[in-house]
């Protein structure tokens, strides 16, 4: 059983549309991070967040902490080609601990 | 420059050889890792070393041994290598996991 499990594992949808991904735990995450990654790369850091119900934007990608601090959600607007990839969430149970990933969610945007 | 550097990018070997990945960064955090990622491109932590403390995945079997010779160098030696050890390997470097990390773009290594 893993720590983070995401949802959904796979997502096709056309360009333009909108998507949500979820990140859900029973435990609680001193922080939560959002990784997107291609082909034959490693995982690329999209943001951090600490602090329950926290909000942050990046362009098009709009990320939540849950208020317990369990779980964690991405929303995309209008996805485009380039946003096609390997996106993983990962937590930190602790200031300094290792960082636990989820399964991930591949994201394919179709033109 | 590259932020996390691996060596090499590619490994293909033989089910019993003795092999080492090399990892290298160059941002000045204090905490390295060394990650497998299986073929359901699950992500799972193996080791994790700063200057004063290794810590180990309990579920690693010993032939896995991490290396480092100095703070920006965290080197992955296996010995005695199975079929069960094919998967890309993903060193990171952190200040601490709280800010993220950074990873080097991995090794596929393919034991035959």
């Known amino acids: 059983t893993q720590l983070l499990e995401q949802s959904p594992q796979f997502l096709s949808i056309q360009e333009g549309e909108n998507l949500t991904v979820y990140c859900n735990s029973s435990?609680?995450?001193?922080?939560l991070q959002w990784y997107r990654q291609e082909p034959g790369e490693g995982p690329v850091l999209l943001v951090t967040v600490v602090t329950g119900g926290e909000v942050k934007k990046l362009k098009r990608l709009t990320f939540q902490f849950g208020d317990a601090r369990k779980d964690s959600s991405l929303h995309i607007t209008a996805a485009q080609p380039g946003d096609t990839g390997l996106y993983l969430c990962?937590?930190?149970?602790?200031?300094?601990?290792?960082?636990?990933f989820g399964g991930g969610t591949r994201l394919m945007v179709k033109p | 420059d590259t932020a996390v550097s691996q060596t090499p990018k590619y490994l293909v070997t033989q089910m019993g050889n003795d092999k080492s990945i090399k990892c290298e960064q160059n941002?000045?955090?204090?905490?390295m890792y060394w990650y497998k990622q299986d073929s359901k491109k699950f992500l799972k932590i193996m080791f994790s070393?700063?200057?004063?403390?290794?810590?180990i995945n309990e579920t690693v079997p010993n032939r896995f041994s991490p290396k480092s010779p100095d703070k920006a160098h965290l080197n992955l030696h296996i010995n005695s290598l199975e079929l069960g050890d094919s998967a890309v390997y993903f060193c990171?470097?952190?200040?601490?996991?709280?800010?993220?990390?950074?990873f080097g773009s991995g090794t596929r290594l393919t034991v035959v």
């Open positions: 990962a937590g930190a149970r602790a200031a300094g601990n290792m960082l636990t």
């Open positions: 070393y700063n200057n004063k403390e290794l810590i």
């Open positions: 435990s609680v995450f001193s922080s």
């Open positions: 941002l000045g955090h204090d905490t």
């Open positions: 990171a470097s952190s200040p601490r996991s709280l800010y993220g990390y950074t």
